[in-house]
Nanobody, 125 residues
Framework: QLQLVESGGGLVQPGGSLRLSCAAS????????IGWFRQAPGKEREGVSC????????NYADSVKGRFTISRDNAKNTVYLQMNSVKPEDTAIYYC??????????????????WGQGTQVTVSS
């Protein structure tokens, strides 16, 4: 079965850290840029971060720049999102997606071949 599976979500206090994982099964991530997206209740889904197929370039939304770090391990067929100094406004369901491109220039609007099912992140004291 061709799928992306996110994990690592949960409840974290403001200022804390969390690491999300996005693992692919049934296909290789080598040829895809991978994006992380999130959707908070009552809001539209937004792009959070993206990493190119080689891992050589990354993009971040202004709201997470300096706090989140995206990385990938193609040998493990997995992409990560390290979330530090989290804030209550980071609360959302986080999704990863395989973007039909090697690069992240327009990752929010580019076609996505695969989406994960999402993982809930709740930032609260």
């Amino acid at each position: 079965q061709l799928q992306l599976v996110e994990s690592g979500g949960g409840l974290v206090q403001p200022g804390g850290s969390l690491r999300l994982s996005c693992a692919a099964s049934g296909f290789t991530l080598d040829y895809y840029a991978i994006g992380w997206f999130r959707q908070a209740p009552g809001k539209e889904r937004e792009g959070v971060s993206c990493i190119s197929s080689s891992g050589g370039s990354t993009n971040y939304a202004d709201s997470v720049k300096g706090r989140f770090t995206i990385s990938r391990d193609n040998a493990k067929n997995t992409v990560y999102l390290q979330m530090n100094s989290v804030k209550p406004e980071d609360t959302a369901i986080y999704y990863c997606a395989a973007i039909r491109n090697y690069y992240c220039f327009n990752y929010v609007s580019e076609r996505k071949d695969y989406w994960g099912q999402g993982t809930q992140v709740t930032v609260s004291s």
